[in-house]
Structure formats: C-alpha cells, structure tokens
C-alpha cells in the first residue's frame, strides 16, 4: 500500500517538474517581447529582497541544523548565508549610489558580480549533496564537524569575493 | 532521481522543493539572462525575479520540513506525556497491589491464628465429649442391668405398678444409652480420618439398600436408582452417609402410599450432585437449616423415632469431603436430600 501511495507521489512530483519547466517557457516566449526596461533602483531592489531571502533561507536552514543535525542542512544553512553575504555585496556595488566609486562600469560590474553568488550557490549546493551521500553511507560518522565547514565556506566566500573584485573582469554585454 | 524510487518521501521534501528551485534557477540562468541584450531589459528582470522565486522555493521546502519536524516532536512529547502517564498509573496499581497484598497476609495469619483455635477447642470438646460419652455408658449398662436382676429377683414382691416404673427407668436408661452411642458416633465421625478410595456408587448404594431390609419391614417400598458416577472418596463416610440418608427416607416416607424413593445424581461444573428423594411427611422449609445440627428435629418421638443425630453426622462427613449438604422439602409433600461433592480426578481419567 504505501509502495503504491510512493509510486503515485513520484509521478506528481515529476508532472510539477515537467509543467514548472514548461510553465517558465511559455512565461518566456510570452515576454521575451514586451518592450520593458527597469534601471538601476529596481535591480537594487529586487537584489535586496534576493540578499534577506537569501539571509532567511540560510538562518532556518541553520536553526533546523542545530534543532537535528545532518551535512545537508549544515551545507544549505552556510551555503545561503555565503550566497546573502555576496548578493548583499552585489546589491550595495551595483546600486546608483555606489556608482560613482566603482572601479568598473556597471555593464560589466553588475552581470559578473551577479553569476558570482550562482556559482557560489550552486558549488556549495553540490558539494552539500557529496556530504550528505557520504552521511548516508557513513552514518554520524559522515557527519561534518560545523566548524570546520563555517571556516571553508567563510574562507570560499571571500575568495569568491576577492576573485570577482581582483581578476580583470571582460565586458559582460557585447554590442551587437 | 532516486530518491523518487527510494522510499519515505516526506524525509525528501526538501530535495522536492531544491530541485523545484534549481529548475527554476536553471531556466533563469540558461533561458531568461541569455535572452537580455542590454542592463535592466525584460529577460534580465525576468532572471532576477526567477532568483528570487528559487529562493523562495528553498525557504519554503526548509519551512515544510520544519513543521513535520515540529509536529514529530509534537507526538513524541504526547506520546512521552502517555508513556509517563501509564507509568505513574502502573506504580499506583503496584502500590495499591502491595497494600492489599499485606493487608490479605495480614487478614490470612489472623484467619490462621483463629482456625487453629478453633480446631483446638473443636478437638478439645470433641475429646471431652467422647469421654464424657463413654464414661457415661458404664453406669448406664448398670442401671439397665440391675433392674433386670430386680425384676427377675424381686418381680414376685413387686406389684404391677412397681414394675410399670422399674421398665419406665429400664426405657429411659436405654433411651439415653442410645442417644449416648449417638454422641459417640457423631463425635468419631468429626475424628475419623479419611482414606479416600474410588467408589463404585452404583453398588454402595444398593449394599446400603440391601443392609435396610430390616427397618423397611414387610413394606414394599418403590425404589428407584439411577446410574451414579464413581467417586474417590473415603468408603466408611460415604456409606454412613448413604445409610443415614436413606434410613431417614424409610421411616418418613412409611405412611406413603406406595413409599416411594428415589437415588439420583447429576454431573455439574467440577461437582456431583447426589439426591434422595422421598414421598414421605416432608417438613416445613423455614426449619430446612436446623436439620443438620445435633439433635434437633423436626417431628414429635411418638411419630417419628430418632435421636436427631443422623443428619448432623452426614453434614460431617460431607464437609469433610469438602462438600455440602441441603434439604428441600414441604409439608406433606416428601422431602430431597442432597449433597454436592468436589468432582475428583480418578486415576486414568484425562
């Protein structure tokens, strides 16, 4: 019976995955062509609202870490907490106000310091799917020491911080 | 994708909700941002918002699990809260099983104390009575013995009146020789000590039957005997039982037309029920429990002869059995006499 009850909820759960994916593709060709255009204080905006959700996603990941702990949730927790730490840093170097002290021009600035925090995220989001597949297999044995994973993902944090603020960056956008 | 074949898929919830957000991110990523030619066009908006959205989808698989975490912890604290409460329950009932279990230990050895002194003055005043008894037989014999001599020496000078008395005292010495032997009987049938053996019923009772030809004298008395079961129990007593009840049955179903007496039995839960039914004078039921005691009866001697002795010594017997003894009856209207025994295992039986 609860074979049966698995089974049918894997089904609906790959029918969300395919219609979520279809969803956003038909979103896209509905709007890929409307002529809007924002500018400088709505992307900081919207990249407030990403850097607190961001902030929230890894505080709750954490609370639920110390309430039972596993890789995952200690991976996720330190994960989103790197990922607000650089889409706040994204937020404040793109922002008008900002504009005037940095180094390069927003066309570059603003799209490689955004794909810094994805590939932040999505680095840290892997390397917490190795942790907990090692946890499963291991057991509490697996289990990493928190301390030890606050100080590699502080140290990668800032290393993603420093690489997108020292290397030259190369322009972004390509004039067509 | 395994974890859609792998079972448990609440404790994958969250893997549900991250893989919504990396689509989400993905489509974002790899459709929208692509699409955006220049800063803050629709496709560049567009990939912020999917940002957010996979975010979001993230914190809300992180709230979801929260919450089964927290309704988990809910039912185990309910369930502790049970476990406690049937603890406590448990040790109260232990507790209070203590208590009785002294107050019964308690109860037992004052029950004890006072059966052994019961048995100790029981035997006390069987002995005193047996003594008594058997003394008592000796000046008796005496008595019945020098007024034969008189009457077979003196009857000459004796007139009809002085011989009249010496046989009232002769009588009434015999009398009080039986009402003796009586005592006595009653008094071994409390000592005696029972060698229980299995007794074929059937032909005990027909014995006892055969024995009372004697006091049935010529009447033709209408006996009806059914099939007994055997019972293992001690051969002197049943039969004296058997005898007594019997007896009792002849004399007061006498002036019946036919007498007619009935043995009959019936097998109950763990017991056998023996009956002895007659047609004879009956008694009136609100004296049936004073049939059994020591010399009482229930009918005048110049009707009924006897010396009330019978019954009580069946009653014995029976309890000695570890059984009991009733009589139903009404005026009249005969009488039945039954006594219920433990049913005994016999040897052989399953």
Redesign the interface.
């Known amino acids: 019976m ?2 049966i009850v ?1 089974v049918n ?2 089904k609906q ?2 029918i ?2 395919f219609l ?2 279809v969803g ?2 038909f ?2 060709f509905l ?2 062509d ?7 204080q ?2 900081t905006l ?2 407030a ?2 850097t607190f ?2 902030f ?2 890894g505080v ?2 954490l ?2 870490y110390y ?2 702990p596993t890789n ?1 949730f200690l991976f ?1 927790g330190t994960a ?1 907490l790197g990922t607000a730490f650089l889409d706040g840093y994204h937020t404040v170097i793109t922002s008008t106000w900002m504009q005037p002290f940095a180094a390069s021009l ?2 570059t600035l ?1 799209p490689w310091s955004w794909v810094a925090s ?1 590939i932040f995220l999505a680095i840290m ?1 892997y390397v917490g799917f190795l942790a907990t597949q090692y946890e499963e297999k291991m057991g509490e044995k697996g289990r990493f020491n928190p301390q030890i994973v606050f100080f590699a993902v502080a140290s990668f944090t800032l290393a993603s911080f420093l690489f997108f603020i020292l290397v030259p960056l190369p322009q972004a ?1 390509i004039a ?1 | 994708m395994g974890y ?2 792998e ?1 448990g ?1 609440r404790h994958h919830v ?1 893997q ?1 909700w ?3 957000a990396l ?3 993905l ?1 974002g ?1 790899t ?2 941002m692509p ?1 955006s ?7 560049f ?2 990939a ?5 959205l996979s ?2 989808l ?2 809300s698989g ?2 979801i ?2 919450l089964f ?1 927290y309704r988990q912890a809910e039912k185990t604290t309910q369930l502790q809260h049970e476990i406690d409460e049937r603890k406590l329950l448990e040790q109260e009932r232990a507790r209070y099983h203590q208590q009785l279990e002294k107050e019964v230990e308690k109860r037992t050895a004052d029950l004890h104390h006072k059966t052994t002194e019961l048995e100790t003055s029981n035997k006390d005043l069987e002995a005193f009575s047996y003594s008594v008894s058997h003394d008592l037989r000796a000046p008796l014999r005496a008595i019945d013995g020098f007024i034969s001599i008189i009457k077979e020496d003196y009857g000459d000078k004796l007139d009809e009146e002085g011989l009249r008395l010496f046989s009232v005292v002769r009588d009434n010495a015999r009398k009080m020789g039986s009402l003796i032997e009586d005592v006595l009987h009653f008094s071994r049938a409390g000592r005696h000590e029972l060698e229980p053996v299995v007794i074929n019923m059937n032909a005990l009772v027909d014995e006892v039957w055969k024995s009372l030809s004697e006091q049935r004298g010529k009447l033709a008395y209408q006996f009806e005997r059914s099939e007994l079961p055997d019972y293992k129990g001690d051969t002197h007593a049943i039969r004296q039982v058997w005898q007594n009840l019997l007896s009792n049955a002849i004399k007061f179903s006498r002036n019946s037309q036919p007498p007619i007496i009935q043995v009959m039995s019936k097998k109950e839960a763990n017991q056998i029920l023996f009956l002895v039914k007659d047609n004879g004078a009956g008694f009136n039921p609100e004296y049936a429990n004073k049939l059994f005691l020591l010399f009482q009866r229930l009918h005048g001697m110049d009707e009924f002869e006897g010396t009330g002795v019978g019954l009580a010594v069946v009653k014995r017997f029976i309890q000695k059995h570890g059984g009991i003894v009733k009589a139903e009856s009404n005026v009249n209207q005969g009488a039945t006499f039954s006594f219920i025994l433990p049913e005994i295992k016999l040897s052989g039986e399953s």
Request: with cysteine; glycine share 2%.
């Open positions: 609860n074979s698995l909820k894997s759960r790959l969300i995955y979520l994916t956003l593709m979103c896209f709007l890929k409307i002529p809007w255009h924002s500018d400088a709505f992307h919207l990249e609202v990403a959700l961001a929230m996603v709750v990941a609370v639920r309430s039972r995952s996720i989103f927003p066309d603003i994805r989001l956008y067509e | 859609l074949r079972g898929w969250l549900h991250l893989i919504m689509i989400v991110s489509v990523q459709v929208f699409a030619h220049e800063l803050f066009d629709m496709g908006d567009l912020h918002i999917l940002k957010k975010y979001i993230v914190l992180l709230l699990n929260m975490l």
